[in-house]
């Protein structure tokens, strides 16, 4: 757990109690929220079993999708940090077999891109 408490002062994180009162109905019995990220409108949820992703939709913001992805399945992810141009670095996870990213996400340079890519790499390949 040392892993996720050195992230815990990184903006960008959301802090747990936070998560659980926003997403708390999404958890099952014995599923913990270990970690959050605020990844511009939406937020990556990381439990002690999967990830949610909570993409928030629309110009409103009005539709919310939630998106639950089991550790197991993830086949692959990437990072690509932001350039001197492009501000933003982008996150992509696939699941399964699939050739096209499941989840492709872009958030600015208040979240640490390498530190979502520490939490994915402690959970998929741990």
């Known amino acids: 757990m040392g892993l ?3 992230l815990m002062g990184n903006a960008g ?4 109690i936070t998560l659980l009162k926003d997403y708390g109905k999404l958890l099952i019995a ?15 949820i990381f439990t002690n079993k999967r990830l949610i992703v909570v993409d928030v939709q629309g ?9 639950s992805i089991s550790y197991k399945s993830i086949s692959k992810f990437s990072i690509e940090t932001a350039g001197t141009f492009d ?4 996150l992509r996870i696939w699941v399964g077999s699939e050739t096209l990213p499941s989840v492709r996400k872009k958030f ?8 979502v890519q520490n939490v994915l790499a402690h959970h998929v390949l741990g």
């Open 87 to 90: 501000l933003d670095a982008e």
């Open 13 to 16: 994180t959301v802090d747990n």
């Open 30 to 44: 014995n599923e913990e929220i270990e970690l959050g990220f605020k990844l511009i409108r939406d937020t990556f």
């Open 108 to 115: 600015n340079k208040s979240v640490n891109v390498f530190d």
């Open 59 to 67: 110009l409103t913001g009005s539709k919310t999708e939630y998106i």
């Open 4 to 6: 996720f408490s050195a």
